[in-house]
């Protein structure tokens, strides 16, 4: 299984920023996906997840309204649009696959990270 | 549901066994998994479903459930076991993690 992250950047306050996650070594299409970030220094944060499909989202309440998880089981790859991001955004972001495909379970394998730093 | 780990660091030595609580705030039944990460790296899953290691994990790292307190115990501590070990739910979205134990050499 590999995850590989791009995207990642500096962007102003109020900017927009779209992740892709591109997977490979496992049926893409069976299972749920997701995102998780870091900030510098602290713990982890579950931002999103999808089910195998695409069809059902979740995000948490700190991105909901301004963060869209999306899954292209054609090319493989997993996106997140960020818009309206703000300083508190700033974090290394995960790509994490679920070992289901309803989006509710353990996050067996992880990327390596794209950092995105929102600053003026 | 909301997750508190403890203690949020501790000190131990090699050969030493650790134990790693998180209590959660609900009945999250049996959706109670561990993380290992390491300073620069991406974490790694070590237990799912409180207590099954996920594929490559030693079996020093175990994992049991009392109620909605749930332990992480890694025996006979090796060198490289060294880290930050996080819990997290799987019950029900939002899904969330503990606040993370960091584990260090005494």
């Known amino acids: 299984v590999q995850l590989v992250e791009s995207g990642g950047g500096l962007v102003q306050p109020g900017g927009s920023l779209r992740l892709s996650c591109t997977a490979s070594?496992?049926?893409?299409?069976?299972?749920?996906m997701g995102w998780v970030r870091q900030a510098p220094g602290m713990g982890l944060d579950w931002v999103s997840t999808?089910?195998?499909?695409?069809?059902?989202?979740y995000y948490a309440d700190s991105v909901n309204g301004r963060f869209t998880i999306s899954k292209d089981n054609f090319r493989s790859t997993l996106y997140l649009e960020m818009e309206r991001l703000r300083a508190e955004d700033t974090a290394m972001y995960y790509c994490v696959k679920l070992d289901n495909d309803y989006g509710g379970g353990a996050f067996d394998y992880w990327g390596q990270g794209t950092l995105v730093t929102v600053s003026s | 549901i909301h997750l508190t780990q403890s203690p949020s660091s501790l000190s131990a030595s090699v050969g030493d066994t650790v134990t790693i609580t998180c209590r959660a705030s609900?009945?999250?039944?049996?959706?109670l998994n561990w993380y290992q990460q390491k300073p620069g790296k991406a974490p790694n899953l070590l237990i799912y479903?409180?207590?099954t290691l996920h594929s490559g994990v030693p079996p020093r790292f175990s994992g049991s459930r009392s109620g909605t307190d749930f332990t992480l115990t890694i025996s006979s501590l090796q060198r490289e076991d060294f880290a930050t070990y996080y819990c997290q739910h799987s019950f029900t979205s939002p899904l969330s993690f503990g606040g993370g134990t960091k584990v260090e050499i005494k």
């Open positions: 479903g409180t207590s």
């Open positions: 070594g496992f049926t893409f299409s069976n299972y749920a």
């Open positions: 999808t089910t195998s499909g695409g069809s059902r989202t």
């Open positions: 609900q009945n999250i039944y049996r959706y």
